[in-house]
Each structure stands twice: as structure tokens, then as C-alpha cells.
């Protein structure tokens, strides 16, 4: 047989096999259910506790947890690894079919797949993503069923933070721009439609999320553009409601926090990693990212309305409800993106529903959710030095002497970025990766009309002092316990079964104590993607795990 | 930014992360950066330029109408036009058809004086708008990014650093010895300000990036066994379960972890430096410097 007709066969039989397989795809209800069995969106459920109830994974079996698969997964139009065993093709296995979409020629996309975003389990099938190109895998045995690629025009080729679901349909965004509704069964393209304008420079990468009848989609810009987030028909694509995430017009609240309305409306606030949803409230609470310019003067004296700051909109009508800023006038660049955690908790006293955060500054927020009341803020980092102190709204102060300035300031670099935090309600901890480093900031444009972008500043002179996982008490902000790495941690995920898992930034995949963080389990995969999953099937608890640019599926044996 | 470059960057500790830091790119300022992820690759950067005469003809007409208001680099003026730079209208242009009603006097209302140019000018101005955004680099910095070389860095008192550097320094160093002439081998004062801050082993260049140097003292580790015997090396990896090292004779060991069972002693030849480092000033830091830079 040719080749060309085996691909063919294999892609007829494989597609009358998975129709049977997805009938329904994902039910937007069952987003709703707190974390167990399945993936369903970003952080697993909307709270973005990445707490599983599942707990045949546990302390005591942890110690049995083996390999069940691992699959190597190729981007572009390279031969796609379907067969289990790291994708070296043995065991006769048939390649993917490869579907190509996109509007550039193709001479773009290179590199390997890199993933650092979430992975969706839905009935038996897991749904990845990295820039440009999305698969479909068997979540029993590692076989890839089907491949996406998007032909891109190019863009700022950051991390793709995962895909979103409603029924059949998944939607991809790319860094050129689109957001692109799959057909989930066979990998075909829907539709896509335009996001954002690449002409002007937005670069798109958040993973979508499925709110009842919403697709919403955050993109992200460089170069001064305002930010929004926006929310898409899921059957058509058609726009919603666009939230702008600074103010665009003469009159708008905020505006006076701005050197000028042309300030503002070049004003940044991107909106490029998921929020968590609150279905009483019907509140999105999401974070936004740095203003622009990011590190020199340009936007007035301000505190830069919204940008670095925990929003909640309305789902339905896009209408913000009430905004806290962590970082008020960013001038390092650190967006306050990080997804935000909501719970329902003692404080006080009292039974509250809480927000809480982490933010890239290295400062920990406990927010009343339905409000937006400020409760408590915590520090941590262990050579923070960026900020004198909180203001009267428990915001920190920047020290304009660690501003970027021409002869260089000795400041710390970010504390954490967006690899997800996760919460237990077991020990009442979030638990967060922490980086400790100094540097020195130099200012490299001191144009008095400020700089453009990312640009005017450079980097020298750095000391790190290693990274950690922590865990915070959100009752007090205090830093409850520090395990120190000796690289980056990864994203996290706590479970019932009391185990906390997170990348060591040295190669393995690690279960941690949560009460404790002492290490009781690990394997050595590589670079641990994002976060680690859990999912059930067949009456097996799987951890999943990427390990560089493989999938590494564990069970207990 | 993605895991590895987490891992690398912590490492270094040394690069400012941008917001969300693309793959690894070549330092790229000038046009035609093509290839995913090296550089800006949106359509102002890729799309071909007009003919060389229109863009004299563009750059001509700028100069005498528009760069009083806007700025000779387009990036703003002072008197009130805004920057084209990143102007979301010239962005979304592509061959005049926004720019050119602008020009003509849709905006008088707002402070945009209205131009009686022939469509040829106008299309001439847009090209030129155009082929100057081209240079727009990563991440929005501005045209001809790496600048600041003509800043003062040396702002400190020689003077006072000097009588730091005898108190906190000269216990480790001498500015006759091991650091004579240390001004000479690091004439840019970033470049030798980093230097002594991170310790050197390549750590002062600065910019995005750059690793350690390596003929850098490498950070060696003592692990003593159960049975007292001490194996020792230079480190090459340490986790929570396993160290791997390289002995004296070549000879590459991991030796598992347990807790604290076998004991490990990590010896960093830049532990005096970190624990310097987090109390200095940076008026401190600016004296060091001023007072290495003398010695020449």
C-alpha cells in the first residue's frame, strides 16, 4: 500500500472510531463541578483551586505511582510520534492525521512543541496545545489521534496557555491573531475569526474559557496597545462584549490616572493567562498585566488604571464590578496575570468568599470576591526590596529609587510569573513557586517623552538566591513553609489525597507534603510543562505530567 | 515565558523578563527579521518597503511638515502630535488610505492641522511612517534600541568608595592585587559595575541573557557517606534526590539523597557575594564603582 493510502485509510477508520468515542463532547454544566474526573478548562474547574478530589493518588500509595505511557508530540508538519514509547514509531502504530490550516505560507513556524499550558480530559481524550498547533490523545494510552496545525503569519511566539471547550467545538487562539473553533472529533477547523489586529502588533495566546454561552479571549501586545478582554459566540465566533482594561475615552474612570488619554489608550493592561469564575456572582475575576511603557516615565505620575490589577466583570455583560490594583504604577514589568484562586473559607471568624492572589511583584492578596474588600496582604520573596511599605489600601508603595535608573539599581527580579498556584482546603495553604534573584536595572533611554514597549531598560549583574515553593496562610499572608529548589518550580496541583505536585525546575516531577512540602515521590521526565493534571478513568487515578516536549502519564501499580 | 527559560533565567538570575518572554531570539533591531519567534516578525517588519524614491520623497516632506509636531523620529513631539510609533492607525495602515484622510484635515478638531497635499505625498508620508515603524524592535522598543551608551553611569564619589571597599572588601581583595587595573579590563562602567556585583565569572555583561563564564571557579560539593568516607567534585547537579558530580580524576558520581542522609556541603565560590550584595546601597554600589573605575 502507498503511503498516501494508508494516511487516507487511517484517517477514514480512525475518524468512524471516534465518533463513537466524543459523542457529546463537554456539556458547559459540567465545567461547573468542582475538579475530579475530568479536565475541563484551564485550571481544571473555574475556581482555580487545582485541588482534585481524587485520592486514590495518595500518601501512602504514592509511593506505587509508575508509568502508564508516555507519547512524544512534534509541532509543525514533522512526523507526528503516535506511537507510545516516546514516539519512536514502534509497535506498527499509524501516524495522525496532520490538518493544516492558517494563513502564512508556512515558513514561520519552527521549533519543537513547548508547552506551557494546560491540557484539556474529556471522555477518554486529552486536548493540548503549543503555539500554532493543537492534538487530540488517547488519555489511556498516549495515541495521538488527530494534529493541528495553523500556518502562521507570525507574531510574538510566546508560550499557548491551552485550548477551551463547549460541546464539540475547541477553540485554539494563535499568535497571529485568530481564534480557531475545532471540531473535536477529527481536528478539522470550524471557522476562525479575527481577535485582534495583528497589523497593530497583539500577539494572542491565552488558553479560551467556557463560561454557559461564552468564549472568553484575552490576547497580548508589546508595543503600548490597550488591552482587553472580549467574549465570542461559541457556535458563531461573533463578538459578544470587548472589555477594555484601561480607558479608552475622555471621561472614562481612570483616565485621570494617566499622564493623558493618549496614555491611557496606549496604556497596556494585557490580558494573556485565565481568570477563575465565580457562577453565583456570574463574577470573571481575572488579572492584568504591566503598563506600557513598561519601565520608564511616558504615562504621567499615576497609579495606571487597570492596569496590574484583579478585575471582576460580569459574564454576561462585560461591565467591570469592581477592580483591585496589586501593583499601582508597575514600573519592572511584572504583570499581576498570575490566575487568581477563589474560596470559600474561615476568615475571621466568619465564613467569607475569598480571591486570592499572587502576584508577579512578589505580594500575596486575600480580597473578598464579591466585593472586592480588601482583606489581607502578605509578602513574600526573600530579597523583595522593590517596595517601601503598604499604602492605606494594602497596596505596596514602589520605591521610585529602584525604578530602571541610568546608573542602576539593585532590585529583585520577579518573584513569580504565571506558572499556576494552587490551594488545599486541607491545609488551608497556597502554594506558589517563588524566585529570588537580584539585579541591577539600568536605564538605557532617558528620553523625558519615556521609551516605547519593553525598551529602554537592560539587565546586569544578577545573583539568584534560588527559587522555592511556598505555601501561604491567606488568613495572615505570612509564608507558612519554604522548600528550596535548586532550579524553577513549575506550576502546581494539590489533591484529596493530600499531595501537593509541582515541577523541581531540576527534571522531575515531585509529590510534595502539602502541610510540610517535604518531598515523598518523584520521577525524573525533564522539564516539567506548566502543571501537573490528574485525571480518573477506568477506576484509575493518572497524573499527568509533561516532561519537555513528551507526555508522561502515571498510574498506581 | 516557558519552563526552561524559567530554569535558564533563574539560573543567571541576570535577564529582565519581559512580559511574556518569547523563545530565544537573535538581538535584532533592523528589518527582515523573519523566522518564527526571532524577533519581530508582524507585518511592519516584514512587509516589503516602497521604492527608495518615494521614501525620500516620504522622508522629505516629513521633515518639512510633520517633525515639528511629531518628532524628527516620529516618536512624539512638543508640540502636541503624538507618537506615529505606535499609533494604532498608522499601524493598521497599509498604503496611505488611513493616513492620508488625516493628513488632509479629518482630525483639525483635535489639533491635526489640515495638509493640501497631493495623493502622491500622502502615499509618500504613509510609506515613510511605514518604513520607519518597520524598525520598531522586540518588544516594542523603539528604533535604534540599544542606546544609552553616551549615559553617565559613573555618578558616584570615588572618595567614599574607597573607604567602603577598605571596609567591606579588602578583606577578600586588594585593589593592587587580584583586582589591579580592573577598570582596564573592564573599561564600560556597566560592564565592570556588574562584574563586581555578581562576582564576575562572566556575569557582568549584562543584557539579555548571557551565561556564566566558562572559566569561571566552578562550585564544588562535599558529600561524606555513611561510612565517613568524603567524596568530593565539582557540582553538577543537585535535586532533592540525587548529586552528580566530576572528581578530581574525571570520574562523574551521583550519589542519591535521603533528607539529610548522606550530609552534602555545597561550597559556592559566590557565597560572599550574595551575602554582600543584598545590603548594599545603591549609593554604595555607585561609589564602588566610581572608585574601581579609577583603577585603571
Known amino acids: 500500500?502507498?503511503?498516501?493510502?494508508?494516511?487516507?485509510?487511517?484517517?477514514?477508520?480512525?475518524?468512524?472510531?471516534?465518533?463513537?468515542?466524543?459523542?457529546?463532547?463537554?456539556?458547559?454544566?459540567?465545567?461547573?463541578?468542582?475538579?475530579?474526573?475530568?479536565?475541563?478548562?484551564?485550571?481544571?474547574?473555574?475556581?482555580?483551586?487545582?485541588?482534585?478530589?481524587?485520592?486514590?493518588?495518595?500518601?501512602t500509595t504514592v509511593k506505587n505511582l509508575g508509568l502508564a505511557w508516555v507519547t512524544r508530540v512534534t509541532a509543525g508538519t514533522g512526523p507526528s510520534g503516535s506511537a507510545p514509547g516516546g514516539g519512536g514509531g514502534r509497535g506498527g502504530g499509524a501516524s495522525a492525521p496532520i490538518i493544516v490550516g492558517g494563513l502564512g505560507t508556512g515558513d514561520l513556524n519552527t521549533g519543537g512543541a513547548r508547552f506551557s499550558g494546560s491540557i484539556l480530559q474529556v471522555n477518554g481524550i486529552l486536548y493540548l496545545s503549543s503555539p500554532d498547533n493543537a492534538w487530540a490523545v488517547d488519555a489511556r494510552d498516549g495515541t495521538i489521534l488527530w494534529h493541528f496545525y495553523?500556518?502562521?503569519?507570525?507574531?510574538?511566539?510566546?508560550?499557548?496557555?491551552?485550548?477551551?471547550?463547549?460541546?464539540?467545538?475547541?477553540?485554539?487562539?494563535?499568535?497571529?491573531?485568530?481564534?480557531?473553533?475545532?471540531?473535536?472529533?477529527?481536528?478539522?477547523?470550524?471557522?476562525?475569526?479575527?481577535?485582534?489586529?495583528?497589523?497593530?502588533?497583539?500577539?494572542?495566546?491565552?488558553?479560551?474559557?467556557?463560561?454557559?454561552?461564552?468564549?472568553?479571549?484575552?490576547?497580548?501586545?508589546?508595543?503600548?496597545?490597550?488591552?482587553?478582554?472580549?467574549?465570542?459566540?461559541?457556535?458563531?465566533?461573533?463578538?459578544?462584549?470587548?472589555?477594555?482594561?484601561?480607558?479608552?475615552?475622555?471621561?472614562?474612570?481612570?483616565?485621570?490616572?494617566w499622564a493623558s488619554l493618549d496614555a491611557a489608550r496606549h496604556g497596556g493592561a494585557q490580558v494573556w493567562i485565565p481568570g477563575s469564575y465565580d457562577p453565583e456572582t456570574h463574577l470573571y475575576i481575572f488579572g492584568t498585566g504591566n503598563p506600557t511603557p513598561a519601565y520608564t516615565t511616558g504615562r504621567g505620575e499615576g497609579d495606571n488604571l487597570y492596569t496590574c490589577a484583579l478585575v471582576a466583570v460580569n459574564v454576561d455583560t462585560g461591565k467591570m464590578a469592581w477592580?483591585?490594583?496589586?501593583?499601582?504604577?508597575?514600573?519592572?514589568?511584572?504583570?499581576?496575570?498570575?490566575?487568581?484562586?477563589?474560596?470559600?473559607?474561615?476568615?475571621?471568624?466568619?465564613?467569607?468568599?475569598?480571591?486570592?492572589?499572587?502576584?508577579?511583584?512578589?505580594?500575596?492578596?486575600?480580597?473578598?470576591?464579591?466585593?472586592?474588600?480588601?482583606?489581607?496582604t502578605g509578602k513574600?520573596?526573600?530579597?523583595?526590596?522593590?517596595?517601601?511599605?503598604?499604602?492605606?489600601?494594602?497596596?505596596?508603595?514602589?520605591?521610585?529609587?529602584?525604578?530602571?535608573?541610568?546608573?542602576?539599581?539593585?532590585?529583585?527580579?520577579?518573584?513569580?510569573?504565571?506558572?499556576?498556584?494552587?490551594?488545599?482546603?486541607?491545609?488551608?495553604?497556597?502554594?506558589?513557586?517563588?524566585?529570588?534573584?537580584?539585579?541591577?536595572?539600568?536605564?538605557?533611554?532617558?528620553?523625558?517623552?519615556?521609551?516605547?514597549?519593553?525598551?529602554?531598560?537592560?539587565?546586569?549583574?544578577?545573583?539568584?538566591?534560588?527559587?522555592?515553593?511556598?505555601?501561604?496562610?491567606?488568613?495572615?499572608?505570612?509564608?507558612a513553609w519554604r522548600h528550596m529548589l535548586s532550579g524553577g518550580s513549575s506550576g502546581l496541583l494539590t489533591t484529596a489525597g493530600k499531595l501537593l505536585f509541582g515541577g523541581d525546575g531540576s527534571g522531575n516531577v515531585v509529590a510534595y507534603d502539602p502541610a510540610s512540602g517535604k518531598p515523598i515521590w518523584h520521577s525524573r521526565i525533564g522539564s516539567v510543562g506548566n502543571a501537573p493534571e490528574t485525571y480518573m478513568l477506568d477506576g484509575h487515578q493518572y497524573l499527568l505530567a509533561v516532561g519537555d516536549d513528551q507526555l508522561f502519564a502515571f498510574v498506581l501499580h | 515565558m516557558n519552563i526552561r527559560k524559567l530554569i535558564a533565567a533563574s539560573a543567571c538570575a541576570m535577564t529582565i523578563v519581559a512580559a511574556q518572554t518569547p523563545p530565544p531570539a537573535n538581538p535584532q533591531n533592523g528589518r527582515g527579521a523573519r523566522g518564527g519567534g526571532r524577533g519581530p516578525n508582524f507585518p511592519q517588519q516584514t512587509r516589503p518597503l516602497a521604492a527608495p524614491e518615494v521614501l525620500a520623497r516620504g522622508k522629505a516632506l516629513y521633515g518639512v511638515h510633520c517633525s515639528a509636531c511629531h518628532g524628527g523620529d516620529l516618536r512624539g513631539g512638543d508640540q502636541g502630535g503624538p507618537?506615529?510609533?505606535?499609533?494604532?492607525?498608522?499601524?493598521?495602515?497599509?498604503?496611505?488610505?488611513?493616513?492620508?484622510?488625516?493628513?488632509?484635515?479629518?482630525?483639525?478638531?483635535?489639533?491635526?492641522?489640515?495638509?493640501?497635499?497631493?495623493?502622491?505625498?500622502?502615499?509618500?508620508?504613509?510609506?515613510?511612517?511605514?518604513?520607519?515603524?518597520?524598525?520598531?524592535g522586540r518588544q516594542g522598543s523603539p528604533p535604534g534600541g540599544e542606546g544609552g551608551a553616551n549615559l553617565k553611569i559613573l555618578v558616584g564619589n570615588a572618595e567614599a568608595g574607597k573607604a567602603f571597599f577598605d571596609g567591606k572588601c579588602a578583606s577578600c581583595h586588594s585593589i593592587s592585587g587580584d583586582l589591579k587595573g580592573i577598570a582596564t579590563k573592564f573599561p564600560e562602567p556597566r560592564t565592570l559595575q556588574n562584574t563586581w556585583v555578581s562576582g564576575g565569572a562572566g556575569r557582568g555583561r549584562g543584557g539579555r541573557g548571557g551565561g556564566e563564564d566558562p572559566s569561571a571557579k566552578p562550585t564544588t560539593v562535599t558529600v561524606t557517606l555513611g561510612d565517613g568516607r568524603k567524596v568530593e567534585g565539582r557540582l553538577v547537579r543537585i535535586d532533592d534526590f540525587d548529586v552528580s558530580l566530576i572528581q578530581s580524576n574525571g570520574v562523574r558520581q551521583t550519589i542519591a539523597r535521603e533528607g539529610d542522609a548522606p550530609k552534602v556541603e555545597v561550597h559556592d565560590p559566590n557565597a560572599a557575594h550574595k551575602a554582600l550584595v543584598p545590603t548594599l546601597s545603591d549609593k554604595d554600589m555607585h561609589d564602588v564603582t566610581a572608585y574601581l573605575a579609577t583603577n585603571k
Open chain 1, 1 to 59: 500500500m502507498t503511503p498516501m493510502k494508508k494516511v487516507l485509510l487511517s484517517i477514514s477508520s480512525l475518524s468512524l472510531f471516534l465518533q463513537g468515542q466524543a459523542q457529546n463532547g463537554l456539556d458547559p454544566v459540567d465545567i461547573l463541578k468542582p475538579l475530579s474526573d475530568q479536565w475541563t478548562t484551564y485550571s481544571g474547574d473555574y475556581s482555580g483551586k487545582r485541588y482534585s478530589a481524587l485520592a486514590q493518588i495518595n500518601q
Open chain 1, 150 to 257: 495553523w500556518k502562521t503569519r507570525g507574531g510574538t511566539h510566546t508560550g499557548n496557555r491551552g485550548l477551551g471547550m463547549w460541546h464539540n467545538n475547541l477553540y485554539l487562539e494563535t499568535h497571529d491573531d485568530m481564534l480557531v473553533c475545532l471540531d473535536a472529533t477529527t481536528g478539522r477547523e470550524k471557522w476562525h475569526k479575527e481577535i485582534a489586529s495583528f497589523d497593530q502588533q497583539y500577539f494572542s495566546s491565552m488558553a479560551p474559557i467556557v463560561v454557559g454561552n461564552h468564549v472568553l479571549v484575552g490576547t497580548g501586545n508589546d508595543l503600548d496597545a490597550p488591552g482587553f478582554l472580549q467574549s465570542f459566540d461559541p457556535e458563531t465566533g461573533d463578538r459578544q462584549w470587548i472589555h477594555y482594561t484601561v480607558p479608552m475615552n475622555a471621561g472614562d474612570p481612570g483616565v485621570d490616572t
Open chain 1, 323 to 376: 477592580y483591585y490594583q496589586t501593583s499601582p504604577h508597575d514600573t519592572h514589568d511584572w504583570d499581576s496575570t498570575e490566575t487568581p484562586i477563589l474560596v470559600d473559607a474561615p476568615f475571621h471568624g466568619a465564613m467569607r468568599k475569598l480571591v486570592l492572589t499572587a502576584t508577579r511583584n512578589g505580594y500575596f492578596f486575600t480580597l473578598d470576591r464579591v466585593s472586592g474588600e480588601h482583606l489581607v
Open chain 1, 380 to 479: 513574600f520573596g526573600l530579597v523583595n526590596n522593590w517596595a517601601s511599605g503598604l499604602d492605606s489600601q494594602g497596596r505596596p508603595k514602589r520605591d521610585p529609587g529602584k525604578d530602571a535608573t541610568v546608573p542602576g539599581s539593585l532590585v529583585n527580579g520577579d518573584v513569580t510569573n504565571y506558572p499556576p498556584p494552587a490551594y488545599s482546603p486541607d491545609t488551608g495553604f497556597f502554594y506558589v513557586p517563588e524566585n529570588n534573584s537580584l539585579r541591577i536595572s539600568y536605564l538605557i533611554d532617558d528620553d523625558p517623552r519615556g521609551s516605547m514597549g519593553l525598551g529602554g531598560t537592560m539587565g546586569g549583574g544578577g545573583l539568584s538566591f534560588g527559587s522555592a515553593l511556598i505555601a501561604l496562610d491567606y488568613k495572615t499572608g505570612k509564608v
Open chain 2, 83 to 136: 507618537n506615529l510609533l505606535r499609533s494604532m492607525l498608522a499601524l493598521g495602515d497599509q498604503h496611505g488610505e488611513l493616513i492620508g484622510p488625516v493628513i488632509l484635515g479629518s482630525r483639525q478638531d483635535k489639533g491635526m492641522p489640515a495638509f493640501n497635499l497631493l495623493a502622491t505625498d500622502t502615499t509618500a508620508l504613509a510609506e515613510y511612517i511605514h518604513s520607519v515603524l518597520a524598525l520598531v
